[in-house]
């Protein structure tokens, strides 16, 4: 296993698989801050030729994180598929791109082939790809999921409706629950970021979002996005759930520290196969985000882009039926602008997909980096042409709870119609009955909440 190339006259040598990756990445300010970032152009260029030449059998024996040592790294590990697998081992990561990117490679060849990578590799054949190239990359595969319906089928782009209150007013949520149904948005989920994490208040929110999904007969699913433990407790006492939510880290330590662990995720799965109100097998829904890792000391030295792609390799293992990076939450000390979150939203779902999970991606900034709406809507549309499962809706795409700016509940029918995609096809035809959208497009009632305020 060579490291070292000769470039530009100078020779760069890299210490470990770990280094190359973490040096060939784009230029994140999570990394810079780390000290693990190429401190110039050209050490990049060299680390992105190192990491060219390295082969799939030499990401997989070299991990970021030490088997021994962690529980992500044995999952990722121990599932992969043996054949495909020894099939791809000697390719060079090179050879792995010009695979994924060339003309002869289909959606089941390369989902297949997913199922013989590491996370290590995901993130390394990531990393030696332009913006268009994740976006050609990723809209080859769709990665299906189902609940209650189903999400990922080619031409659709749902939307999970977050109607989050700053004090969690049972009136105020439904206000804008209404109003993000007018606009149809909703299709994915409608999950809500609670702002106090107790099982009473999750349970009271969960029997609303029951209620009205019933009463209005919406083919759909419900989550409140308290902490999985509270989630637990509340299905427990006879909370009506869809499924339920965890924020996931790519080590085992940055799941410690989000206060659970992957026994967690395998109890909250057996107790919804026992007392969930999902119809499907799929009812776990992830979210992730760059950064996350740097931020509680659980990185090991790797970069946030392999850390994330570890992250999916995770989330597959408990076939999860939404997963989605919220880009630009963390902050600028890991993703600086709207240059760092649009190629690391491209990245996230690139990666996501080529792991096999259904993903989608809260396209979304917070007041003190340096990005704005046009930079989140420019990122939407990238992602809706590379076939994203769904994005986030928010009024006016301002967060009032979590203080972040997102889409808007009215961005998705937008981007539909731009590009000629559709809700999940059980709620378009909801739609349609509601008077909301007609022949795909919606109609002049839309964004009229009081359609079903006076049905209440």
């Known amino acids: 296993m060579n490291l070292t190339t000769v470039l530009s006259g100078k020779t760069f040598a890299f210490s470990s698989v770990r280094e190359v990756l973490a040096k060939a990445n784009e230029e994140k300010s999570g990394d810079l801050l780390a000290g693990i970032a190429a401190q110039s152009d050209l050490e990049r260029v ?16 070299n991990p970021v994180v030490l088997y021994e040592d962690d529980d992500v790294t044995r999952l990722n590990q121990d599932s ?8 791809i081992a000697s390719w060079t990561i090179a050879e792995l791109r010009e695979y994924i990117l060339g003309y ?63 004090t ?20 994915a989920l409608i999950g809500l970021n609670p702002s106090g994490d107790t099982v009473s208040r999750l349970t009271e929110v969960l029997k609303r979002f029951d209620e009205i999904k019933h009463r209005f007969e919406i083919p759909t699913q419900i989550c409140v996005l308290g902490h999985i433990t509270t989630q637990i407790e509340a299905v427990r006492n006879g909370a009506p759930t869809d499924m339920i ?8 330590k940055g799941n410690t520290a989000f206060g659970f662990t992957t026994d967690t995720v395998r109890e909250a799965l057996a ?30 030295g790797a970069d946030q882009v392999t850390m994330e792609a570890r992250c999916y390799a995770f989330a597959r293992e408990f076939k999860p039926f939404m997963v989605n990076t919220v880009v630009g939450f963390i902050g600028p000390e890991y993703l600086y602008d709207s240059k760092q979150v649009i190629r690391a939203g491209l990245e996230d779902h690139f990666m996501g997909k080529l792991s096999g999970i259904p993903m989608g991606c809260d396209c979304c900034y917070t007041n003190h980096m340096l990005a704005d709406q046009n930079d989140i809507e420019n990122l939407s549309l990238l992602l809706a042409g590379a076939g994203v499962n769904y994005i986030l809706g928010v009024p006016a795409g301002d967060d009032i709870m979590l203080n972040y700016q997102t889409n808007a509940y009215h961005d998705a029918a937008a981007i539909r119609e731009i590009l000629n995609l559709h809700p999940i096809r059980e709620y378009e035809q909801w739609l349609e009955k509601m008077g909301i959208m007609e022949n795909g497009r919606l109609t002049n009632r839309a964004g009229d909440p009081t359609i079903f305020a006076g049905k209440r």
């Open 104 to 166: 002869g490679s289909g959606e089941q060849e390369l989902l297949r082939l997913g199922r013989g990578l590491t996370a290590e590799t995901v993130a390394g054949v990531c990393k030696l790809m332009s913006n268009l190239d994740l976006v050609y990359a990723a809209n080859k595969l769709r990665v299906t999921a189902t609940c209650n319906t189903t999400i990922g089928r080619r031409g659709t782009l749902a939307t999970r409706l977050q109607p989050n209150h700053a």
């Open 245 to 252: 939510f965890q924020s996931i880290a790519g080590s085992q």
């Open 80 to 87: 992969l598929d043996a054949t495909v697998y020894r099939e």
């Open 168 to 187: 969690d007013d049972l009136e105020g949520i439904t206000a804008s629950l209404f109003e993000g149904l007018s606009y149809g948005s909703g299709d």
């Open 46 to 61: 060299a680390a992105k030729v190192v990491l060219s030449r390295l082969t799939v059998r030499d990401l997989r024996e």
């Open 271 to 300: 107790l919804l196969r026992e007392k969930g109100t999902a119809k499907g097998e799929n009812v776990l829904y992830f979210e992730t985000g760059q950064g996350s890792e740097l931020s509680s000391d659980a990185h090991y």
